[in-house]
């Protein structure tokens, strides 16, 4: 067996797009800490990771709804020197409008989607700076940039992922911490079906599966990609997309309205 790259801490763990995240992690070298609610699904993906790769793997069940297991998490993260890598993928979604949507449900996605992805990236970005290397993956989705699509509320979320992490990309750059923002389209996981709206009642054309979403994905950070989108054919789209951005974003600030708005005002001094 090879050295160890170092230790990989893998939200959602338990299944779908989090367990093949574990498997092909450990088949590249790192050991794994998993984290999931459901303690003998975990126990089943360590297993077998173990059997397959030799590494170790060790799991931590956490519900990172319940904010003593997300501390739990965050002081493994701020107190293991082993761990090099985060990958936060825990979050689930919704499909409907607002006016069908549970106000308490949509609260609670938000508390997993945004606020436990941010403290447990809060947690483990010091300790990397600190030792000048590390990696953190976070799991946002095409509906970030598309919110109009799904639920108004889970595309929120994930465009707050993709914001954050343009943000640490921008902070982090020269600290040697790797960020990776990586966005899925349609996955073949069980997403859907807790969801409400199983992906087979989708164009097949429209839903990759989760192993080629994964492998792509991490292909996508081997070549140094800060946003993978596995599903975009055309990488000059997102490059053409990303300069527009950032071009716009120079014209915003302004002591005067547009004209179009007719609003006479004086420049301040």
């Known amino acids: 067996m090879s050295a160890s790259k170092g230790t990989a801490l893998v939200t959602g763990a338990s299944s779908g797009i989090g367990a093949i995240y574990a498997d092909r992690l450990a088949k590249r070298g790192y050991d794994l800490i998993l984290v999931a609610r459901n303690e003998e699904r975990l126990k089943d993906v360590a297993q077998r990771i173990t059997s397959a790769t030799g ?20 002081s493994v993260l701020k107190e293991n020197p082993a761990i090099t890598m985060l990958v936060n993928n825990a979050g689930f979604g919704a499909v409907g409008s607002l006016l069908q949507a549970d106000v308490d449900k949509m609260e609670e996605m938000i508390d997993l989607n945004v606020t436990a992805l941010t403290r447990l990236t809060y947690a483990a970005a010091p300790a990397f700076a600190s030792r000048g290397r590390g990696t953190i993956i976070n799991i946002s989705s095409v ?14 979320t994930k465009a707050y992922v993709l914001a954050l992490g343009h943000s640490l990309q921008h902070d982090l750059a020269d600290k040697g911490i790797r960020i990776q923002t990586v966005l899925p389209g349609a996955t073949a996981t069980e997403f859907w079906d807790i969801a409400g709206y199983p992906h087979h009642n ?14 792509a994905s991490l292909v996508g950070l ?28 120079t014209k915003f600030g302004n002591s005067v309205p547009a004209p179009r708005y007719g609003i006479k005002a004086a420049r301040t001094a």
Request: proline share 5%; net charge negative.
């Open 202 to 215: 989708m164009p097949s054309s429209i839903v990759m599966p989760a192993e080629a979403m994964v492998d």
């Open 55 to 74: 590494r170790s793997v060790t799991i931590l069940p956490a519900d990172l709804n319940d904010k003593a297991s997300l501390a739990k998490v965050e």
């Open 143 to 156: 509906v970030g940039i598309a919110a109009e699509m799904l639920n108004g509320v889970y595309g929120a």
């Open 222 to 249: 081997d070549n140094g990609e800060l946003v993978t989108i596995p599903g975009l054919q055309d990488s000059d789209d997102w490059t053409k997309f990303e300069a527009n951005r950032k071009s716009i974003s």
